[in-house]
């Protein structure tokens, strides 16, 4: 009878525990990442279609200090990987890959997402799972506000950008007079919300507003609609394809007014396609001037960007994504690999919470998870090159 009873109990253990397992099955963060000595890192980007600039300029940084930090040796003997797909800047695919990069892939971790709408849905896959989303290209406060413990954002909000601009336009320039183009989707309201809010701050409202569909030039009436009330500024919240179309055809209708863009529209990819209609256009960027070598942390960047052949693509994009590989490289320098997990990664970011990129410093804690307020401004010169402007 004792032994039957004993039967019985290890029978009825041994279903709980089966059940528990499938009820809950082991987190992914109680296991280590480390895989032939290397750590996987995934990236959902738009590699091609009209956005690719972004993507690519995302990807290389990355890959640059990845590649300069494994030449070292790695860290502690442990190589970092990407592995990139191309979403193409639709957030179907986004999702798509996001799923393949976590379940198929086994990746540590997602970094350098480019754009809003992907970013928006697949934050909740990489929420869900407690996967960390590393550095993505974008400002939306939506990634910060709540906060959101495994999502780590290594740039300015576009409403800082945003505030940065407004506020530079009518205290530098004294212009009163606002309009916006913007891309009709939750990055083009996301930088709506941004314009408003600082316009309103200062008692002032948009004169009008003019939208496009994502991932198409389509601007003629939003042009129309914009010209209609002959604003002294416009404000741009998209791609560098649209935004460029946009610019070229307001100047041949002879639209005097200042064009100021956030940084996402992409500052190399957008002045290559303006060619000599660029002069006088604004980019508000979130990374220091990726030429000014006087900096020990652009230094650095371009050595690597020249190292893995990407000499020709050093910018601010490509800038962004060399911060972010360095960051992650610093983050995992200061723990133990052996017992690597998600959950230890971002609570070693909020315990060390300042880190100094040679210069360019990101700061954390526990209800912050935005490293950079940092916005800087430049201006197309009558070369077609970008230069620096001073906010004092």
Do not use: H
């Not at 506000?145 to 740039?155: A, E, F, S, W």
């Amino acid at each position: 009878m004792i032994f039957f009873s004993k039967y019985i109990f290890a029978i009825v253990l041994f279903s709980f525990l089966s059940i528990e397992s499938w009820a809950t099955p082991p987190s992914l963060n109680q296991k280590s990442f480390i895989s032939g000595n290397k750590i996987l890192f995934g990236q959902t980007a738009a590699i091609g279609g009209p956005a690719r600039e972004l993507g690519i300029g995302m990807r290389d940084g990355l890959l640059a200090a990845f590649k300069e930090q494994n030449k070292k040796g790695g860290i502690k003997g442990v190589t970092l990987e990407l592995l990139t797909l191309d979403d193409g800047y639709e957030p179907e695919q986004a999702i798509v890959n996001t799923k393949k990069l976590i379940n198929n892939k086994n990746v540590f971790a997602l970094i350098g997402g480019v754009g809003t709408p992907t970013a928006n849905a697949i934050e909740p896959i990489t929420t869900q799972a407690e996967v960390p989303f590393i550095a993505p290209f974008t400002g939306a406060n939506f990634l910060r506000n709540p906060y959101k413990k495994y999502v780590i954002n290594t740039r300015a909000s576009y409403w800082e950008e945003t505030e940065t601009l407004v506020k530079y336009a009518i205290e530098k320039l004294k212009f009163s007079k606002f309009s916006i183009l913007y891309q009709d989707d939750s990055y083009g309201r996301a930088g709506l919300s941004g314009v408003k809010r600082a316009l309103k701050k200062r008692n002032l409202k948009l004169l009008s507003e003019g939208t496009y569909k994502r991932n198409t030039i389509a601007i003629k009436m939003a042009l129309l609609k914009i010209a209609k009330k002959n604003p002294e500024v416009v404000l741009m919240i998209g791609a560098y394809k649209p935004c460029a179309e946009f610019i070229k055809l307001a100047k041949k209708r002879n639209l005097k007014a200042k064009f100021i863009n956030i940084s996402f529209v992409g500052t190399k990819a957008i002045l290559k396609e303006l060619g000599d209609q660029g002069e006088g256009v604004m980019i508000s960027q979130v990374v220091p001037f990726p030429f000014d070598t006087t900096l020990s942390l652009i230094k650095a960047y371009q050595k690597a960007m020249i190292q893995v052949g990407c000499k020709s693509k050093i910018g601010f994009v490509s800038l962004e994504g060399y911060i972010a590989g360095r960051f992650v490289i610093n983050v995992l320098a200061n723990m133990d690999l052996k017992t690597l997990t998600r959950k230890k990664f971002i609570d070693k970011i909020m315990e060390i919470s300042v880190f100094d990129l040679s210069g360019f410093k990101l700061i954390f804690d526990k209800n912050d998870n935005q490293g950079s307020n940092a916005v800087f401004l430049t201006q197309v010169d009558a070369n077609g090159n970008i230069q620096s402007i001073k906010k004092g």
